[in-house]
């Protein structure tokens, strides 16, 4: 079983900034990447951020500039630090991990947090 588990969120003023954090844990788990996905309210899912590994990071239009994504391989963890907060940054956002586990492709989600940007 691989968890998947999240922290950081919650209210952050505009112009502020957010950190989120995630680290992957289970057996046979070979990391692929690493990314960060969020879902607006009323909205589908989309891709934040994501880096593969021992690649470059890749981020939507919408944060470049203002959001890094890290990762620490040893850990199988990974930062999203974002700046300049803007009130529709508002969503859930969720840390997914690609893998392969006994050799099958293999894709894992967190449970969201809540990141609401309002004054």
């Known amino acids: 079983q691989v968890q998947v588990v999240e922290s950081g969120g919650g209210l952050v003023q505009p112009g502020g900034s957010l950190r989120l954090s995630c680290q992957a844990s289970?057996?046979?788990?070979?990391?692929?990447?690493m990314g960060w996905y969020r879902q607006p309210p009323g909205k589908q899912r989309e891709l934040v951020a994501s880096i593969p590994t021992g690649g470059i990071p890749n981020y939507a239009d919408s944060v470049k500039g203002r959001f890094t994504i890290s990762r620490d391989n040893a850990k199988n963890t990974v930062l999203l630090q974002g700046d300049s907060l803007k009130p529709e940054d508002t969503a859930v956002y969720y840390c997914?991990?690609?893998?392969?586990?006994?050799?099958?492709?293999?894709?894992?989600w967190g449970q969201g947090t809540q990141v609401t940007v309002s004054s």
């Open positions: 289970g057996r046979e788990i070979i990391i692929t990447a």
């Open positions: 997914n991990v690609q893998g392969r586990r006994w050799g099958v492709p293999a894709e894992y």
